[in-house]
C-alpha cells in the first residue's frame, strides 16, 4: 500500500541525548515536510524539502536538523539544543513541487524526554 | 504569528444538526484553503479543499465557504454524526508556496 510511514510510534530520550525520527513514502511525492504538534498549538512547521539535497527552514526550526538524500526519505534529528522537545512530530509529504496539492500525513511519532 | 485563526476550541452539536467550523486568516496573499480532520495520536486526514477563484466546494456532507474580502472560511458538516468527532484543523497556503500554515484546530463533539 501506499502511504507515508513514521517510526517509532513512541519515542523516549533522555535528556541531553539527540534522536532521529524516520519518515519514509512511497508515493513518489517531491516534497516532505515536518511539522510538531502541541496541545493547543496547532501544527508548526519544522523543515521542508521539496527536492532530494535540499531543505529549508520552517517557523520553529531551532534544536531540530534534517536530511533529504533520497526521495523516499526525510530523517529528523532532534538534537540536544531543542529546548522543549517533547511533543508530537508529524510527517508529511505532497506531490508537486509547482503549485498544490493537499499534503498527506503519517500517523506520527510521539517523543517524549525523561 | 498567527496566520490562520481558529478562534473556537471547541464546539458540540447534536447528531443530524448542522456542524460550522470557522476559520481566518491574515494573509492576503493565501490562495488555497484546506481542511483536516485528526483523532488523537494520528495523522491528520484531507478532508476538503477551496481555492479562492471559488467560494463554496462540496463534497458529500461537507462543504467549505470561502468569503475572500473577509478573510474568512467555514466548514458545514450536515448532517453531523457521532464519528465526525475530532479536532478539525483549517490550513492554507499560497498556491505557488511551500508548505500548509495551520490553524490552532477546533474539537467537534458530536453527541447521540
Known amino acids: 500500500d501506499g502511504g507515508i510511514t513514521q517510526s517509532p510510534k513512541y519515542l523516549f530520550r533522555k535528556e541531553g541525548q539527540n534522536v532521529t525520527l524516520s519518515c519514509e513514502q512511497n508515493?513518489?511525492?517531491?516534497?516532505m515536510y515536518w511539522y510538531r504538534q502541541d496541545p493547543g498549538q496547532g501544527l508548526r512547521l519544522i523543515y521542508y524539502?521539496?527536492?532530494?539535497?535540499?531543505?529549508q527552514k520552517g517557523d520553529i526550526a531551532e534544536g531540530y536538523s534534517v536530511s533529504r538524500e533520497k526521495k523516499e526519505s526525510f530523517p529528523l534529528t532532534v538534537t540536544s539544543a531543542q529546548k522543549n522537545p517533547t511533543a508530537f512530530y508529524l510527517c508529511?509529504?505532497?506531490?508537486?513541487?509547482?503549485?498544490?496539492?493537499?499534503?498527506?500525513f503519517g500517523q506520527g511519532t510521539r517523543l517524549t524526554v525523561v | 504569528d498567527q496566520q490562520v485563526k481558529q478562534n473556537s476550541p471547541s464546539l458540540s452539536v447534536q447528531e443530524g444538526r448542522i456542524s460550522i467550523l470557522n476559520c481566518d486568516y491574515t494573509?492576503?496573499?493565501?490562495?488555497?484553503f484546506l481542511w483536516y480532520k485528526k483523532y488523537p495520536a494520528e495523522g491528520p486526514t484531507f478532508l476538503i479543499s477551496?481555492?479562492?477563484?471559488?467560494d463554496k466546494n462540496e463534497d458529500g456532507r461537507f462543504t467549505v465557504f470561502l468569503n475572500k474580502s473577509a478573510k474568512h472560511l467555514s466548514l458545514h458538516i450536515v448532517p453531523s454524526q457521532p464519528g465526525d468527532s475530532a479536532v478539525y484543523f483549517c490550513?492554507?497556503?499560497?498556491?505557488?508556496?511551500?508548505?500548509?500554515?495551520f490553524g490552532k484546530g477546533t474539537s467537534l463533539l458530536v453527541t447521540p
Open positions: 508529511a509529504s505532497s506531490p508537486n513541487r509547482q503549485g498544490y496539492t493537499e499534503a498527506f
Open positions: 508515493l513518489n511525492h517531491d516534497a
Open positions: 524539502s521539496q527536492i532530494v539535497n535540499d531543505f
Open positions: 494573509n492576503s496573499m493565501f490562495d488555497y
Open positions: 477551496i481555492s479562492s477563484i471559488k
Open positions: 490550513a492554507a497556503t499560497q498556491y505557488s508556496g511551500y508548505a500548509l500554515n
